[in-house]
């Protein structure tokens, strides 16, 4: 979707770096995130987890804990909605087990006490009989066909007939003939990969305060991505209007993801309406890592083919993904970004959604993208080394541009993946000669955002200043942005802006903060509110003027006579109309709601170099450069510390970060001292280049930054790991032990 009102230059406010609306905030402790609500007489609520990985319930005794000092209420399953089907239904299991505990953590039952202590004292008098049932964590080993089936009759008509039971979901789609395009090449390299899951580690754990009466009217207060959707789902869990659930979004201390899906919300409701009281719900960090969701853990089997001059003739690729007890692996995202960075004839990509006794796998930046870039971009670099081809040349030679058909379907419109290789090579980081044990690695990486459901409210107050109502919770700077371009549009100073998350009683339907869709979507909405909030300014001014509001334009944040009328009146200041607005006809306010579509795919080019120690198989990341199509960066700063998260988590990601299950199907490492994410000693300096090349589809041609810089960096750092150690990685993440085990293996021929 082309827009005709395309701006690419000269912004007065966008692209400049103001103080950030919520630093003070943050840093002083005035900032309120999920577990600073609190409300009189509230209740502190703890939740029953399973200790096995896989058992059938056959009895809940609550008996001792409802008798034990301090507590309230206790709900299992059977205090939820009945009837539910579909999303709702796997939500709700996922929320509270029914007859089956489906992995290590999932919920049982709840209690809600007069304190924390208590309430955790009394979970242990809770009596469940269990009959522990065989269980699988291994995507690989699901597909066997002897693996036990988690949940039977779960697959979808997707899946083709006579798969195995775990399959839930199943992807296939390309274009050309693949089997043409590898007789075509002069070399053809098929090599298999595994990524483990890995969580977004977000610093804040997931936390709630609700009350909720025997009426069905709610209040709820969370951390949380999409506060619409919580009250949606909550809704649907509990038995009541969506209307009667108020929904609240706090402060969010990290989520990447991680905070789209409901966990707690609905037990904390329950425990609400069965207590009468307020109930404050806050998970330990054991408890997110063992019940929330991570990544898929993945096993990919990629093939490509190239000539001796570098061009790519055919891809394939076969992507297995686990997602958990429940369907909604991104297995589709999976297969549709691994080759999306390339112009080929020939391509095909199968996809796998795999049940396992693992917790539901939840989003976490650009889901299913890094671990298909992973794979794809190491066969690449393993061509290039074969053929004695530059590794960036060979990119470019390939790279798709406007007009490429994607691998899975349409064709793109204006791109900045050429851009970012063309930056990249001319990048004095590319060119710096390495030093002994270090290995150099690069990556393309690819994901498409969307747009989505979005409404905003911008209000003006009579002493010239506006007030921004969006629906979506700020999760990387987007209250700065919505300040940026509509104090672009109105003309008047950043400063004189305030952007307000708005609670579900106060806009229309909001979805997720999540797919890179905010600074797009929502700030698509601002720029088309505060032009509605400037329409009706001009309407006031031409009244004032007695002349036709098509013979008045805005300037510079004030309405000026155009047309025959120019130079017949002064300059009227925003300030000036909105001073006398209650005598004018009333307040003024702009509107916008809409689904937009044309959200810009985004693509990216990271450059590391890696040391190795070959005695230890530590490995270093001495040097990183990320380059990205941001489209148009309205706030630089965000968008730079946007580039150096996703580098940062990708590096940990590739290096350290797994969930390690035993033999029982237990979660090994489930806190911070166990499951390693990186920390600042372990990271160099990022460096940033920010590209801009617009994307049609958004007034200020901005792009989604926010996932795409975590899919290259596992191939990149695999790419340098591999150079500097002299043996190709193929296993995630990328520890001492692996490492040295390969070199031994190498050694071992």
Not at 32 to 55: E, N, T, Y
Not at 138 to 167: F, H, L, Q
Not at 177 to 186: L, S
Not at 682 to 698: A, K, Y
Request: hydrophobic content about 40%; charged content about 20%.
């Amino acid at each position: 979707m082309a827009l005709d009102d395309l701006k690419t230059s000269g912004f007065k406010f966008v692209g400049t770096r103001p103080k950030r609306p919520d630093g003070i905030d943050k840093v002083t402790g005035r900032a309120k995130f999920g577990a600073d609500a609190s409300a009189p007489g509230m209740l502190h609520a703890s939740i029953l987890r399973s200790p096995h990985a896989h058992a059938k319930i056959l009895n809940i005794d609550t008996t001792k804990a409802a008798a034990a000092k301090g507590v309230k209420a206790i709900v299992t399953r059977a205090d939820f909605a009945e009837g539910l089907e579909g999303d709702n239904w796997d939500i709700l299991e996922n929320v509270m087990a029914s007859d089956t505990a489906l992995y290590d953590g999932h919920a049982v039952a709840a209690v809600a006490a007069t304190s924390a202590l208590a309430a955790r004292d009394a979970i242990k008098l809770i009596d469940v009989t269990y009959e522990i049932l065989p269980h699988v964590t291994d995507v690989d080993k699901a597909m066997e066909d002897d693996a036990p089936i988690i949940r039977a009759g779960t697959a979808d008509a997707s899946v083709p007939a006579g798969m195995n039971g775990n399959v839930v979901r199943y992807h296939e789609s390309g274009h050309g003939d693949v089997d043409v395009g590898f007789a075509a090449a002069d070399l053809v390299i098929e090599d298999s990969f595994r990524t483990e899951a890995t969580h977004q580690g977000y610093i804040e754990p997931h936390a709630c305060l609700a009350q909720m009466g025997t009426d069905g009217k709610a209040e709820l207060w969370c951390c949380t991505q999409g506060h619409f959707n919580v009250q949606k789902i909550c809704a649907a869990l509990v038995g009541t209007e969506t209307s009667q659930i108020r929904v609240t979004a706090s402060e969010i201390g990290g989520g990447f993801g991680g905070k789209t899906a409901v966990f707690i919300e609905p037990v904390a409701l329950a425990l609400a309406r069965k207590s009468n009281r307020p109930v404050k719900l806050v998970m330990s960090r054991s408890e997110v890592f063992r019940a929330t969701g991570p990544t898929s853990s993945t096993s990919i089997d990629v093939k490509i083919g190239m000539t001796k001059d570098g061009m790519i003739t055919a891809a394939k690729g076969v992507f297995r993904l686990q997602g958990g007890a429940f369907p909604g692996a991104p297995a589709e995202f999976t297969a549709m970004c691994a080759f999306a960075p390339y112009n080929l004839k020939h391509v095909s990509q199968i996809a796998y959604d795999v049940l396992c006794n693992r917790p539901k796998q939840a989003a976490y930046r650009a889901p299913g993208s890094p671990m298909a870039a992973f794979a794809v971009e190491s066969v690449i670099d393993e061509l290039c080394r074969k053929l004695d081809l530059d590794p960036l040349d060979t990119r470019l030679k390939n790279a798709s541009h406007e007009g490429t058909k994607a691998s899975y379907g349409p064709k793109f419109e204006a791109i900045g993946l050429v851009e970012t290789l063309e930056e990249a090579k001319a990048h004095d980081h590319y060119k710096t000669p390495l030093k002994p044990n270090q290995g150099r690695g690069i990556s393309c990486g690819f994901w498409f955002n969307h747009g989505g459901e979005t409404a905003v409210s911008l209000a003006l107050s009579e002493d010239g200043t506006a007030a921004i109502s969006v629906g979506t919770p700020d999760i990387g700077g987007s209250r700065a942005s919505m300040a940026l371009m509509a104090a672009e549009e109105l003309g008047i100073p950043y400063e004189n802006i305030r952007t307000t998350i708005a609670d579900t009683a106060t806009l229309g339907y909001n979805e997720v903060s999540h797919g890179s869709r905010v600074t797009y979507a929502s700030g698509l909405a601002t720029i088309k509110a505060a032009r509605d909030a400037v329409d009706k300014l001009c309407h006031r001014a031409a009244a004032k003027w007695g002349i036709d509001r098509d013979a008045v334009a805005w300037e510079d944040g004030c309405a000026v006579p155009s047309g025959p009328n120019a130079g017949d009146f002064d300059p009227l200041p925003l300030a000036d109309i909105t001073a006398n607005m209650g005598a004018t006809g009333g307040p003024l306010v702009g509107h916008y709601e809409a689904s937009p579509e044309g959200a810009g795919v985004s693509f990216a080019t990271h450059i590391v170099d890696a040391e190795v120690d070959r005695e230890t198989g530590q490995t270093k990341i001495v040097r990183y450069t990320v380059i990205q199509d941001a489209g148009k960066a309205i706030h630089p700063t965000y968008v730079e510390g946007q580039y150096q998260g996703g580098a940062a988590q990708g590096i940990g990601w590739a290096l350290n970060e797994e969930y390690i299950y035993g033999e029982d199907g237990r979660l090994q490492n489930a806190n911070f001292l166990d499951y390693r994410i990186p920390v600042a000693s372990d990271l160099p300096m990022i460096d940033t280049v920010i590209v801009e090349v617009p994307n049609p589809g958004h007034p200020y041609g901005v792009r989604g930054v926010g996932e795409t810089s975590i899919c290259p960096p596992l191939a990149a750092i695999a790419n340098a790991v591999s150079d500097a150690a002299g043996v190709r990685l193929k296993e995630l993440p990328m520890s001492p032990p692996r490492i040295l085990e390969a070199l031994d293996n190498q050694a071992k021929g």
